[in-house]
T-cell receptor, first 111, second 112 residues
Framework: GESVGLHLPTLSVQEGDNSIINCAYSNSASDYFIWYKQESGKGPQFIIDIRSNMDKRQGQRVTVLLNKTVKHLSLQIAATQPGDSAVYFCAERGRDDKIIFGKGTRLHILP | DSGVTQTPKHLITATGQRVTLRCSPRSGDLSVYWYQQSLDQGLQFLIQYYNGEERAKGNILERFSAQQFPDLHSELNLSSLELGDSALYFC???????????FGQGTRLTVV
């Protein structure tokens, strides 16, 4: 079936450290993955995406890693800042073009 | 600002009523998605349209319906509302199916 889940519901990270948010997916036919950030009271904001023919993609302070063998996705945020506090969702697109979201990980930044 | 506009921002209505949520996609985007987000939950995919045609359907209740109009705006109709329908409803749009989707700020529906 289709499911995208996150290993940890809450992640606390010291300001300035790197954050790693993990995600497992179950649909081996998924060919496109997206990370979103949702701040309180706002809609999800696109962070970075990756297609299944890649295993790594870098953006500004963010890196997404895709391991198709174990169906695992991760988002790395470098030098975490207070403004990174949010809920992070991974999402996958299956062959039927539905984009399915996981439950989210709340990232909490410690001063 | 993502460029996706949703109205209204807030809606309070009674059980049994019907409401219509409206979404204007980003200029040039052909695909529109609707999601429901309950308190502290993830985003549940409801339905997707591409250039006026239904493209994919998720866990959308029979009491809910949607459509995308020729000008590409979309409406989500919720009828026979129940307390459990209280949630944030998000619309997103993308240029093509499968490209990154940009979300609106959502409509917060409260059913009392």
């Amino acid at each position: 079936g289709e499911s995208v889940g996150l290993h940890l519901p809450t992640l606390s990270v010291q300001e300035g450290d790197n954050s790693i948010i993990n995600c497992a997916y179950s649909n081996s036919a998924s060919d496109y993955f997206i990370w979103y950030k949702q701040e309180s009271g706002k809609g999800p904001q696109f962070i970075i995406d990756i297609r299944s023919n890649m295993d790594k993609r870098q953006g500004q302070r963010v890196t997404v890693l895709l391991n198709k063998t174990v169906k695992h996705l991760s988002l790395q945020i470098a030098a975490t800042q207070p403004g990174d506090s949010a809920v992070y969702f991974c999402a996958e697109r299956g062959r039927d073009d539905k984009i399915i979201f996981g439950k989210g990980t709340r990232l909490h930044i410690l001063p | 600002d993502s460029g996706v506009t949703q109205t209204p921002k807030h809606l309070i209505t009674a059980t049994g009523q019907r409401v219509t949520l409206r979404c204007s996609p980003r200029s040039g985007d052909l695909s529109v998605y609707w999601y429901q987000q309950s308190l502290d939950q993830g985003l549940q995919f409801l339905i997707q349209y591409y250039n006026g045609e239904e493209r994919a359907k998720g866990n959308i209740l029979e009491r809910f319906s949607a459509q995308q109009f020729p000008d590409l705006h979309s409406e989500l109709n919720l009828s026979s509302l129940e307390l459990g329908d209280s949630a944030l409803y998000f619309c997103a749009s993308s240029v093509e199916v499968g490209t990154e989707a940009f979300f609106g700020q959502g409509t917060r529906l409260t059913v009392v």
